[in-house]
């Protein structure tokens, strides 16, 4: 394998300068610099990493934590972050925490003893010892998809990115009401998430913009699973008097809730309307096609790899919270008719407008 020394002869520069153009650690000529990469292309020289970690303490990779890797909505999320490491020059370590709180810290230690020079999680219901992991070690890091309060009267430690959530839940039962639904039952997720408790949150706030009142027996959590969507979608179809539309949250209790209805014979938008959190790549292939709110998975990816770029350019800037906005993708499983426009479907923004995402200080 060509070495540095080979680049340095073949340019007919210096061993210093070929390692100035690698890591930009001083300005260079233009010719010079071409020159080197120009050696470096004929020689098919590879920098040997390991050995600059060991000098610049820094290994150029991120460590990611993110459960249910097989959901669409994280895998999307997953190639976002991918896309904008690479782009950057960082290799990216992936771990499935599982929601588990201590396998969650045990695979955020084990990133961490791999030199990732930060992280990017997506927390559990429970993530005490996350924080506290991560707060002794003094790691940077991005919370993703759900937030973590801090402490009462501490100022915010860690950055975080998310999507909007109360609002297009709020939406989506605006929506549902506008067509004349009184009785809305939420398929809510895992308690304990920020995401679950926003648009609960949300989804109260749509009521009582309608003038409707809150039932508590219309609101069963589905724990942010299939199998948990369908036992939710059970329990509210069990009811007295059963909601006449359905708001899901998540895309996973989408799935469990179809299939709750189909086993008892319900036809949807017919006998139940449903509205669903979580647009996904075949959610306009059922019959009918779902009515739902597109989170921008992809940008969230990104958007988490710029903030902690940052951060680890300036490790004492304050901690900040940003958020996306979601857009509404209206279908049919709502009960509204086919939209004759191309594409059979609409999709508008819910939230702030784009200058929003650049995120407030928190």
Same mark, same amino acid.
């Given at each position: 394998?060509?070495?540095?020394?080979?680049?340095?002869?073949?340019?007919?520069?210096?061993?210093?300068?070929?390692?100035?153009?690698?890591?930009?650690?001083?300005?260079?000529?233009?010719?010079? $610099?071409?020159?080197?990469?120009?050696?470096?292309?004929?020689?098919?020289?590879?920098?040997?990493?390991?050995?600059?970690?060991?000098?610049?303490?820094?290994?150029?990779?991120?460590?990611?934590?993110?459960?249910?890797?097989?959901?669409?909505?994280?895998?999307?999320?997953?190639?976002?972050?991918?896309?904008?490491?690479?782009?950057?020059?960082?290799?990216?370590?992936?771990?499935?925490?599982?929601?588990?709180?201590?396998?969650? $810290?045990?695979?955020?230690?084990?990133?961490?003893?791999?030199?990732?020079?930060?992280?990017?999680?997506?927390?559990?219901?429970?993530?005490?010892?996350?924080?506290?992991?991560?707060?002794?070690?003094?790691?940077?890091?991005?919370?993703?998809?759900?937030?973590?309060?801090?402490?009462?009267?501490?100022?915010?430690?860690?950055?975080?990115?998310?999507?909007?959530?109360?609002?297009?839940?709020?939406?989506?039962?605006?929506?549902?009401?506008?067509?004349?639904?009184?009785?809305?039952?939420?398929?809510?997720?895992?308690?304990?998430?920020?995401?679950?408790?926003?648009?609960?949150?949300?989804?109260?706030?749509?009521?009582?913009?309608?003038?409707?009142?809150?039932?508590?027996?219309?609101?069963?959590?589905?724990?942010?699973?299939?199998?948990?969507?369908?036992?939710?979608?059970?329990?509210?179809?069990?009811?007295?008097?059963?909601?006449?539309?359905?708001?899901?949250?998540?895309?996973?209790?989408?799935?469990?809730?179809? /299939?709750?209805? /189909?086993? /008892?014979?319900?036809?949807?938008?017919?006998?139940?309307?449903?509205?669903?959190?979580?647009?996904?790549?075949?959610?306009?292939?059922?019959?009918?096609?779902?009515?739902?709110?597109?989170?921008?998975?992809?940008?969230?990816?990104?958007?988490?790899?710029?903030?902690?770029?940052?951060?680890?350019?300036?490790?004492?800037?304050?901690?900040?919270?940003?958020?996306?906005?979601?857009?509404?993708?209206?279908?049919?499983?709502?009960?509204?008719?086919?939209?004759?426009?191309?594409?059979?479907?609409?999709?508008?923004?819910?939230?702030?407008?784009?200058?929003? /995402?650049?995120?407030?200080?928190?």
């Amino acid at each position: 394998m060509a070495t540095m020394a080979d680049v340095a002869r073949s340019a007919g520069v210096s061993v210093a300068t070929v390692s100035h153009v690698l890591n930009g650690t001083r300005p260079v000529l233009p010719h010079t $610099r071409q020159a080197v990469l120009d050696a470096i292309d004929a020689l098919g020289y590879a920098p040997n990493t390991l050995a600059r970690s060991l000098v610049t303490s820094r290994t150029h990779s991120i460590g990611l934590a993110v459960s249910a890797v097989s959901n669409p909505y994280f895998t999307e999320i997953l190639q976002g972050v991918e896309a904008a490491a690479l782009d950057s020059g960082y290799s990216l370590l992936i771990a499935d925490p599982h929601d588990d709180p201590r396998h969650e $810290r045990k695979v955020v230690q084990l990133l961490h003893e791999r030199r990732v020079d930060g992280m990017i999680v997506a927390p559990s219901a429970d993530p005490r010892e996350l924080l506290a992991y991560l707060g002794r070690h003094d790691v940077p890091t991005v919370f993703l998809d759900r937030l973590v309060d801090p402490p009462a009267g501490s100022a915010p430690r860690f950055d975080q990115v998310c999507a909007e959530n109360a609002e297009p839940t709020a939406g989506l039962v605006t929506h549902l009401t506008g067509l004349g639904h009184r009785r809305i039952g939420l398929v809510a997720g895992l308690p304990g998430l920020s995401t679950t408790s926003e648009r609960v949150s949300g989804y109260r706030h749509g009521l009582a913009a309608a003038g409707l009142p809150h039932d508590e027996r219309l609101v069963v959590h589905g724990d942010s699973d299939a199998a948990g969507g369908e036992r939710a979608t059970a329990a509210l179809l069990s009811l007295a008097a059963p909601p006449t539309a359905l708001v899901t949250a998540n895309n996973a209790m989408t799935i469990g809730a179809l /299939r709750a209805l /189909r086993d /008892r014979g319900l036809s949807v938008p017919d006998d139940i309307a449903l509205c669903c959190f979580d647009d996904f790549a075949w959610a306009d292939l059922f019959s009918p096609r779902l009515t739902a709110v597109a989170q921008p998975s992809k940008e969230l990816g990104a958007e988490a790899v710029r903030i902690l770029l940052e951060r680890l350019a300036a490790p004492d800037r304050p901690a900040r919270t940003v958020r996306l906005p979601c857009a509404f993708v209206h279908r049919t499983s709502c009960g509204c008719p086919e939209d004759p426009a191309p594409g059979g479907e609409r999709q508008r923004a819910q939230n702030p407008p784009p200058q929003h /995402r650049k995120g407030t200080a928190s």
